[in-house]
T-cell receptor
Framework: KAGVTQTPRYLIKTRGQQVTLSCSPI?????VSWYQQTPGQGLQFLFE???????NKGNFPGRFSGRQFSNSRSEMNVSTLELGDSALYLC??????????????FGSGTRLTVV | ELKVEQNPLFLSMQEGKNYTIYCNYS?????LYWYRQDPGKSLESLFV?????AVKQEGRLMASLDTKARLSTLHITAAVHDLSATYFC????????????FGQGTTLQVKP
């Protein structure tokens, strides 16, 4: 059974640029959530999508956005990159509302470095 | 707003010893999750605790949940070097079940 696939694994961008990260959840899972992990702030929730709709949103500026497609794949976009956006971005795959007891499976992450 | 705090943040222990990681949370949480992260790797799900008094065990790890005290514990029995990793607990705010709020993480170093 394929796991959660995140692409790319590593990315180096320049301040001011924008970036798009991709996450393909486990087959049959319809919920995708995104987290940012940094040494200083730890793991922080960005947003969650289910059936192409954003269900939850964390406390991040509007430069961070996401979407989900009909095949449950999700993308997150960060515009006008800042040095502080350098982080490991993790996506988590879940079955969706009512199935949280099964937990969430995380992908390997995308390591973004902003220079 | 749900806040999750772990202690200790760093734990160095000898192989064969027992220890407990504590996870306190500030308001009600629908469920409590424990994850493991190896350096440079992603998060591996360990346990999902659903209700008061829940206890789950896998190998040398045992997790429990006390919803009245808003406390979960991860107990390590007879630690081995392979358990060296960072352990995170996470809660999900009531009504926002797709959102996980993580503790700071506890880095466990098991010395031979």
């Amino acid at each position: 059974k394929a796991g959660v696939t995140q692409t790319p694994r590593y990315l180096i961008k320049t301040r001011g640029q924008q970036v798009t990260l991709s996450c393909s959840p486990i087959s049959g899972h319809r919920s995708v959530s995104w987290y940012q992990q940094t040494p200083g702030q730890g793991l922080q929730f960005l947003f969650e999508y289910f059936s192409e709709t954003q269900r939850n949103k964390g406390n991040f500026p509007g430069r961070f956005s996401g979407r989900q497609f009909s095949n449950s794949r999700s993308e997150m976009n960060v515009s006008t990159l800042e040095l502080g956006d350098s982080a490991l971005y993790l996506c988590a795959s879940g079955k969706g509302p009512g199935s949280e007891n099964y937990g969430y499976t995380f992908g390997s992450g995308t390591r973004l470095t902003v220079v | 707003e749900l806040k999750v705090e772990q202690n200790p943040l760093f734990l160095s222990m000898q192989e064969g010893k027992n220890y407990t990681i504590y996870c306190n949370y500030s308001t009600t949480s629908d469920r409590l999750y424990w994850y493991r992260q190896d350096p440079g790797k992603s998060l591996e799900s360990l346990f999902v605790l659903l209700s008061n008094g829940a206890v789950k065990q896998e190998g040398r790890l045992m997790a429990s949940l006390d919803t009245k005290a808003r406390l979960s514990t991860l107990h390590i029995t007879a630690a081995v070097h392979d358990l060296s990793a960072t352990y995170f607990c996470a809660g999900s705010p009531t009504g926002n079940t797709g959102k996980l709020i993580f503790g700071q993480g506890t880095t466990l170093q098991v010395k031979p």
